[in-house]
C-alpha cells in the first residue's frame, strides 16, 4: 500500500493526519507480510506530518528531550534502544491525551568532529593552523551541512514521532546564547573559576578530557620496587632493610617530579621515619617523608612516591602537604624538564618508561619487577593513553549546585527508576569535585572571557551577556585577547531540557508549556557525566528540575556480554537488523529487552520472536478482515453494531467520539443474548490486559508491559480465541464478528506504541481514515470483567489441552480425529461447548468410551482417549517403559554435569542454564510418564 502524496491529501480534503484509505476486505493487507512494502511509506509520512507539539494546547504536557546523539555518529544499538524506549513512552502518552513533545536534536561533539575535519585536511596536506580558525570553523559547518546528522535519517526509519519542526543543535544561535548566559552567570557568582589541577590530557588531539571521554581498559604492565636511599643511612626501614625505603610504581618515568614519599600516619613500619628525607634513584635529589591517610597501608609495599603534577590522588596529598608541583611529561607526552637526566630528556614516555627501567638495574635501585594488571585511561577518540597533567583550566565549583539538587532529592522532586540508581545519584553529588570546563580546541562553544597584558580576566557583563569585552566601551583602552578555548561538550548539553525550549527567555511558549521535562530515558553509564549535571543546571539556572523521572536502561553488549566496538569487530548494525527482520521486530526485540536497568546481551531469538509476532499479528488480521468482508453484506438493520462491522469506521478528531470506537463496542456487546462463551472470555480477558500494560507503562517497566501485551496477542486472541470463534463466524454471528472487529482494533491500539508500523498499516485496512497514532488509549472499563466466562473458558482450554496431550501420548498427529470422552464437575460445561473443543483440538467428544482408555488431567476436566483400536496396547506401554528408561537417563547426565564441581566452575553460563532447562524439562516429561503408567500398573 502506498500513503497518498501530501498534494493528493489536500486534494481529498482530508486532515494531513488521516491515514490512506483501505478497501474493505483482505486486498487491503498482502497475504504475505512484508516489512519492506508498508514501512518506508508510513516512516515518511511520520517526518514529513510531524507530530507537532501545540503550546497553546490545554492538554497536559508530556515532553522527553532526545538523549542528542553526537553529529558525527551513525546509529548503534544503543541509540535504537534508546529511542525505541522513548517512542513508546511518548506514543503511550500522546494516546492517553497528552500534549506530548518529543524533542529531536543533535550534539556538536567537539572532539571528534573536529577530528573527522582535520583528518580531511591531513589527506588534504594541510592542517587546520594554515587555514586559521574563522576558516576552519567554516569548513567544519560545511562538513555539518553535508555530512553530518545521518543519524537522525537513520532515527526516521525508526518510526520516532518526534517533532521535527523543535529540531535543535548545540551550536544552534539559541542554543549557543544559552550556554554564553550559563557562563556569564557562574562567574560572576564566584563559581567559575581560572585554577590549576590535574587534567586527562589528549597528546594526540591536544586537549583536555572528560572522564567519559576517557576508557578505562585492563592491560598488563609491570610493578617496579624501587629503593630509595634514606639521608641518614643508619636508620632501619621497611622489609628489615637498614638505610633505605621501598616504593612501588608502575610509572618509573615520573620519578624525576617525585616531591615527597608518604607512609599511612598509623603504619608502625614506617612512624620513625616521618620527617626524614630520602634520595630519589638516578638523581639523588632529596625528598621529605610524610604521613597522609590517603595512603592505603594493605597495598604494595605501604609507601607511596608523591608526584603531585602526574597523579589526580599526589595533586591533593601535594596540596595538603604545600608540596612543590613541577612537570616531567609536556602536552606532547615527552620527558622534559631540567630535573631530567640529559640521558632521557626529550624521549617519549614510553620509551622513557623502558630506558629508565634499564637505569634503574644498572643502579642497583630497581629491587623488584614483578607483572601487574592495571587500568589505564585511553582516549576515547583517538584511543591514545591519556596523560594526568597539571595546567590551567577554566572550572566550575559545582558544590553549592549539587546541594541544590541533594534539596530537591529530599523533597521527592526527581525519581530515578530502578530505584537502586536513586543512592549512587546521591552519592555522586555529594562527593562531586570542581569540573573543568576549557577544552584546547576550535569547534565548539568559544569561551567568552578576555585578558588583558597583565593577565586580567574580563567576562561580559550579566546584564548584557552577548557584548564581547573587546566591543565593550569600558575596555576600549586595553588590549584584549579573547581565550582561544571552548567549554566541554558537556557544558552545553548540560543545558539540554531547557535551553531547547527557549532558555534563557523564561517566557517563551515553550518553556513555559514543556518545562519541566516529564522524563529522560538514558543508558545508566552516563548517569554521572550527563544526567547529574542537568540536574545542578536545572535547578541552578531555572530553580525547578529539569524532569521528574530518569528511566535508566542498561547497555547493549553482544552476545558474550562484551561491550560491542570497533576494535573487537563485534558490532551490529541496527539498520542491517532492520533489513533482516523489519523495524516492528526490533523495537519489540528492544522493548523486550529491556529490564529493570539491566545489561542487555544480544540476542538474536529475540528478533526473530518480534517478526514472528508481526506475522502472527498480520495473518490474524487478514483472517478478521477477510470474516468480516464476507459476513456484512448479509447483515440487515442500523442499529450501531451492525454499521460498525458493516462499514468502515469514519473517524472524528483527536480523541473526540468516533460514531462507534472498540472501547464503545465492547461495552454495547456486554449483555447481549448472542455473545459466545469464548467473546465473553476475550472481552473480559483484553479488559484485564489493558489495565495490566497500561499499569505497566505508567511505571516505566516498557518490558514488562510489551511481554504481557505478546503473550496475549499471540496465545489468547489468536491461538485461543479465533480458533474457538470460527464455528460462529461461518454462520455470521453479529456478537462474533462485532467482538472480533473491536478486539482486534483494541489490541493494535495496545500495541501501536511499541511496534508502529504493522498496527497502523493493519488500523487502516480496517476503513479507519485517522491514522492509529492520534488514536486514544483504550481505558479499563470494570463493567467488562467477567470472572464466569473466565472460569468457564479455563475449562474449555484444560480440555483441548488434556485431548492435546492425549493425541502426543498416543503417537497421533495433531490433525488426526479421535473419539474422546469427557468427565468430572466440568463435562457439562464442555459439552454445552462442544464444538470449540472439538474445533480446536480436532476430535469428537462422545458420552462414553468402551475398553481401556488413557486419560489426562487439565484445571479440573478430565478426558479420556480409547487405547483398544487406536494403538497396539502393550506395543504402545513397551515404548513409553523404553521412554520412561530413556528420560532417567537424560536426567541423571544433565544432573551429573551440574553436580561437578568442575564443570560448573569452568562452563559458559548459558550452557550451565541448558543443563538446568535439561533437568527440568526432561523432569515434567518423567513425572507426566508415570502418572499415564501408573493407569496400567
Known amino acids: 500500500m502506498t500513503d497518498p502524496t501530501l498534494a493528493e491529501t489536500a486534494a481529498a480534503d482530508l486532515p494531513t493526519d488521516t491515514a490512506p484509505e483501505a478497501a474493505e476486505n483482505t486486498s487491503a493487507l498482502a497475504k504475505q507480510f512484508d516489512p519492506t512494502a508498508i514501512e518506508p511509506d508510513w516512516a515518511t509520512r511520520w517526518r514529513s506530518e510531524p507530530f507537532r507539539a501545540d503550546a497553546n494546547s490545554g492538554k497536559p504536557p508530556f515532553t522527553i528531550v532526545i538523549p542528542p546523539p553526537n553529529v558525527t555518529g551513525n546509529l548503534h544499538l544503543g541509540h535504537a534502544l534508546d529511542n525505541t524506549l522513548i517512542d513508546t513512552l511518548i506514543r503511550f502518552k500522546r494516546m492517553q491525551g497528552f500534549e506530548a513533545l518529543y524533542l529531536p536534536g543533535m550534539d556538536h561533539a567537539g572532539i571528534a568532529t573536529q577530528g573527522v575535519v582535520e583528518k580531511q585536511l591531513r589527506e588534504g596536506g594541510q592542517s587546520r593552523f594554515d587555514l586559521g580558525r574563522e576558516e576552519f570553523l567554516k569548513r567544519v559547518w560545511d562538513w555539518k551541512g553535508q555530512s553530518g546528522g545521518v543519524i537522525l535519517s537513520q532515527l526516521t526509519r525508526l518510526g520516532v514521532s518526534v517533532d521535527w519542526t523543535r529540531e535543535r543543535f548545540t551550536m544552534d544561535e539559541g542554543l549557543s546564547r544559552a550556554v554564553r548566559a550559563q557562563f556569564v552567570r557562574l562567574y560572576h557568582e564566584g563559581l567559575a573559576y581560572r585554577g590549576e589541577r590535574i587534567v586527562n590530557w589528549d597528546p594526540a588531539a591536544q586537549t583536555t578530557l572528560s572522564e567519559l571521554e576517557v576508557d578505562r581498559e585492563e592491560r598488563k604492565g609491570k610493578m617496579t620496587t624501587l629503593a630509595y636511599k634514606l639521608e641518614d643511612p643508619s636508620q632501619p626501614a621497611s622489609n628489615g632493610e637498614i638505610g633505605e625505603i621501598r616504593i612501588a610504581t608502575v610509572r618509573p618515568e615520573t620519578i624525576f617530579a617525585d616531591q615527597a614519599i608518604a607512609v599511612h600516619p598509623e603504619d608502625e613500619r614506617f612512624k620513625h621515619l616521618v620527617g626524614q628525607q ?20 594493605g597495598f604494595g609495599v605501604g609507601a607511596l612516591k608523591i608526584t603531585p603534577a602526574h597523579d589526580a590522588t599526589d595533586f591533593e596529598v601535594g596540596e595538603r602537604h604545600g608540596l612543590p608541583r613541577p612537570s616531567v611529561i609536556d602536552l606532547h607526552g615527552n620527558l622534559t624538564s631540567d630535573l631530567v637526566p640529559d640521558a632521557f630528556r626529550g624521549m617519549e614516555r614510553f620509551a622513557a618508561r623502558k630506558a629508565v627501567t634499564a637505569a634503574l638495574v644498572e643502579s642497583g635501585d630497581l629491587i623488584e619487577e614483578r607483572d601487574h594488571i592495571t587500568a589505564i585511561g585511553l582516549s576515547e577518540r583517538t584511543k591514545v593513553p591519556v596523560e594526568p ?24 522532586e526527581i525519581k530515578l527508576t530502578p530505584e537502586r540508581y536513586a543512592k549512587v545519584n546521591r552519592d555522586w553529588l555529594e562527593n562531586i569535585r570542581d569540573w573543568n570546563i576549557s577544552r584546547q580546541l576550535w569547534w565548539g562553544h568559544q569561551i567568552p572571557a578576555w585578558y588583558d597584558e597583565e593577565g586580567n580576566v574580563y567576562v561580559p557583563d550579566p546584564e548584557n551577556p552577548e557584548l564581547d569585552c573587546d566591543q565593550d566601551p569600558r575596555y576600549a583602552h586595553l588590549n584584549l585577547r579573547r581565550d582561544p578555548d571552548v567549554f566541554d561538550t558537556w557544558f552545553s548539553s548540560n543545558l539540554w531540557p531547557f535551553s531547547t525550549l527557549g532558555w534563557p527567555d523564561t517566557d517563551s511558549e515553550d518553556f513555559r508549556k514543556f518545562y519541566p521535562t516529564q522524563v529522560l530515558v538514558t543508558g545508566y553509564d552516563i548517569l554521572f557525566f550527563w544526567v547529574t549535571r542537568m540536574e545542578m543546571a536545572g535547578y541552578h539556572m531555572t530553580g525547578q528540575a529539569p524532569f521528574n523521572t530518569v528511566m535508566l536502561h542498561g547497555l547493549y553488549l553482544d552476545s558474550k556480554g562484551q561491550k560491542m566496538s570497533k576494535s573487537k569487530g563485534n558490532g551490529i548494525d541496527p539498520m542491517e537488523l532492520f533489513d533482516q527482520y523489519g523495524v516492528d521486530a526490533c523495537r519489540f526485540a528492544f522493548a523486550s529487552l529491556s529490564t529493570g536497568g539491566q545489561d542487555i546481551r544480544h540476542d538474536p531469538r529475540r528478533f526473530e520472536q518480534g517478526r514472528n509476532f508481526a506475522n502472527k499479528l498480520w495473518n490474524a488480521s487478514r483472517f478478521a478482515l477477510m470474516r468480516i468482508g464476507e459476513a456484512a453484506p448479509a447483515l440487515t438493520g442500523e442499529d450501531d453494531l451492525t454499521r460498525y462491522v458493516r462499514s468502515a469506521t469514519e473517524d472524528a478528531d483527536l480523541h473526540g467520539s468516533d460514531p462507534l470506537r472498540s472501547g464503545d463496542a465492547l461495552t454495547k456487546l456486554r449483555g447481549r443474548s448472542d455473545l459466545t462463551l469464548a467473546d465473553r472470555w476475550i472481552i473480559s480477558r483484553l479488559n484485564a490486559v489493558t489495565a495490566e500494560a497500561s499499569a505497566y507503562l505508567d511505571a516505566f517497566d516498557i518490558g514488562a508491559a510489551i511481554r504481557t501485551l505478546y503473550a496475549f496477542t499471540w496465545d489468547e486472541f489468536c491461538d485461543w480465541y479465533i480458533e474457538a470463534a470460527k464455528p460462529t463466524l461461518s454462520s455470521g454471528n453479529l456478537g462474533t464478528l462485532a467482538t472480533l472487529k473491536a478486539v482486534l482494533e483494541h489490541i493494535l491500539k495496545l500495541l501501536h506504541p511499541f511496534m508502529p508500523f504493522v498496527t497502523s498499516e493493519v488500523y487502516a485496512a480496517l476503513g479507519h481514515r485517522r491514522q492509529l497514532a492520534l488514536h486514544s488509549w483504550p481505558q479499563e472499563n470494570p463493567a467488562l470483567h467477567d470472572p464466569e466466562a473466565t472460569r468457564a473458558f479455563a475449562a474449555l482450554r484444560g480440555a483441548v489441552s488434556a485431548a492435546r496431550s492425549l493425541k ?23 459439552t454445552q461447548n462442544a464444538r470449540v473443543v472439538e474445533t480446536i483440538a480436532r476430535v469428537t467428544l462422545v458420552p462414553t468410551l468402551e475398553g481401556r482408555t488413557l486419560s489426562a488431567v487439565e484445571q479440573g476436566v478430565t478426558i479420556r482417549a480409547p487405547l483398544e483400536g487406536t494403538v497396539d496396547v502393550q506395543e504402545w506401554l513397551g515404548k513409553q517403559r523404553k521412554r520412561l528408561t530413556e528420560l532417567s537417563k537424560q536426567i541423571g547426565q544433565a544432573q551429573g554435569k551440574l553436580d561437578n564441581a568442575g564443570f560448573v566452575a569452568r562452563a559458559p553460563a548459558e550452557v550451565i542454564e541448558e543443563e538446568k532447562r535439561r533437568v527440568q524439562d526432561f523432569g515434567v516429561q518423567k513425572e507426566r510418564l508415570e502418572q499415564v503408567l501408573a493407569q496400567f500398573a
Do not use: C, F, H
Open 808 to 830: 502426543a501420548e498416543l503417537g497421533l498427529a495433531p490433525q488426526d480425529r479421535l473419539g474422546m470422552a469427557v468427565e468430572g464437575e466440568q463435562a457439562a460445561l464442555v
Open 389 to 412: 597533567i597539571i595546567s590551567t583550566q577554566w572550572y566550575v565549583n559545582v558544590k553549592p549546585m549539587a546541594a541544590k539538587v541533594l534539596e530537591g532529592l529530599d523533597r521527592g
Open 278 to 297: 630520602a634520595r630519589i634513584p638516578l638523581t639523588g635529589r632529596l625528598i621529605p617523608i610524610i604521613a597522609d591517610e590517603a595512603v592505603e597501608m
